[in-house]
């Protein structure tokens, strides 16, 4: 690890839903910059509520949130904080919500103050660099489940962001796709929290993996590389693992 | 699925700005609601008619929305003879049809024709998105063109989240009846479509957040108006002018 302080640090946190069990508990969390994080653990554990406390979106019902050095707690920290930190939702419908995919990738750098212009040339900018030439005047709501991924994961990127979370990038996406999206994520230069079911993904994109247990974060030693065998498409054709 | 047919194409209408079009129409249409003669009337579907020349639309979409339409207004000409009291024009046994009635179903016939032909021409010739911007434009308060856009964009998602649940029910074997069950099935899907929007709109709620929203939309599109503009204005203002002028001459009679 390095010797900067944690620009994400989570200390001591609780969070029950109203009328629930407690979903996190005593959680301790620290996140450097550089860092690829791999987030691995049955649904239901508070994986998603993890990133929605990161972004304020939900508040812990105790504990404290330090982000980039600072301690969070009010909506206006948190305002500074959304546009360092870069969430992709887990279903791209929630993300894009402009009738056009130029809007919706704008809408980001428009917030941040922008002018009309440049957020033309960021948006233009980031849809080529994931391959979507041509998309801005595409609607969103007729884009395909792969396109959808991509565009949301462009609304994200416009943001310019230091720290991406990916609430289970894969999920729902054909072979193909995957392998897109999967190219585009280590290829990008930002610390990342990933967030999914796939551990072949995540060995291949992260530097260490993480697992929620008893409502808390463990490092998951036994989830680093080891043999194992499983079912996937076209298993049955000669493939490599890395 | 919705679709907008009428906004892909290449006509003269379709290049004229959105904005132009939008005024254009609102300011004819008034114009035909109010009116109540019969020249002005024929006018304005004849006006209407070359406007949907103008747009290039398929002639056989166009005729499907008419019928459509008309299917109302036939219910009108049901309706209306046989109740609106005054001289009687025709009696057939124990009904009596009545000479206004006629008159009145006839002017909502030609009114409503004449009114969907332009809308045809000139508002369904822009895509939702277009017109929502237009409008934002033409300074209609933000809160009601995002409740437009926003509504048209979540449309679908509600309506494939209303298909995954009405299929849900189906697989097991749920056939719609007259009975309690049919209803009570109906009121928990219904109920649940609700609580899935609500739920919805929470996450798209928040996606806004992380991405800076602070309660400003902005709008992208650009619109210009020359010449082409003018001249289109100045047409649709010429006919106006003349069934302003049909309506006035009648009501001096």
Known sequence: ?242 | MLQEPFAVGNSILHRIDPRMRIAAATVYSVIVALSRHFPTLATAVGASLALIMLAKLRPRDVVIRLIIVNSFTLLLWLVLPLTFQGSVAISIGPLSVYHSGLIMSAQITLKSNAILMALMALIATMTLSTLGSALNRLHLPDKIVHLLLMTYRYIFVIEQEFQRLMRAAQIRGFRPGTNLHTYKTYAYIVGMLFVRSALRADRVYKAMLCRGFKRKFYCLHQFRTGKEEWLFGTAMGVAVMVLIYLEWLKAGV
Do not use: C
């Open chain 1, 1 to 242: 690890m390095n010797s900067a302080p944690p620009i994400i640090h989570l200390k001591d946190i609780h969070f029950s839903y109203p009328g629930g069990k407690a979903v996190l508990n005593h959680l301790d969390f620290k996140f450097y910059r550089g860092d690829r994080t791999g987030l691995i653990a049955p649904n239901g554990s508070g994986k998603t509520t993890l990133f929605h406390l990161i972004m304020g979106l939900v508040k812990p019902s105790s504990g404290k949130i330090e982000l980039f050095g600072k301690p969070v707690s009010t909506a206006r920290d948190f305002e500074d904080v959304r546009r360092r930190i870069g969430l992709l939702f887990q279903d791209p419908d929630d993300q894009l919500f402009s009738p056009t995919v130029m809007e919706d990738v704008a809408f980001g750098p428009l917030n941040l103050g922008k002018s009309k212009s440049e957020a033309q040339t960021i948006a233009h900018r980031t849809l080529a660099y994931l391959g979507l030439e041509g998309f801005e005047d595409r609607i969103t709501y007729k884009l395909s489940g792969g396109e959808k991924r991509l565009v949301s994961l462009a609304t994200v990127l416009a943001m310019e962001p230091e720290v991406l979370l990916l609430d289970e990038p894969l999920n729902g996406l054909d072979v193909d796709t995957r392998a897109k999206i999967e190219e585009i994520i280590f290829n990008l230069d930002l610390s990342y929290i990933i967030i999914s079911h796939d551990i072949d993904f995540l060995l291949s994109t992260t530097a260490q993996i993480y697992t929620i247990k008893n409502g808390k974060i463990l490092f998951d030693d036994k989830l680093q590389i080891h043999a194992h065998r499983h079912a996937h498409p076209h298993g049955q054709y000669p493939h490599e693992h890395e």
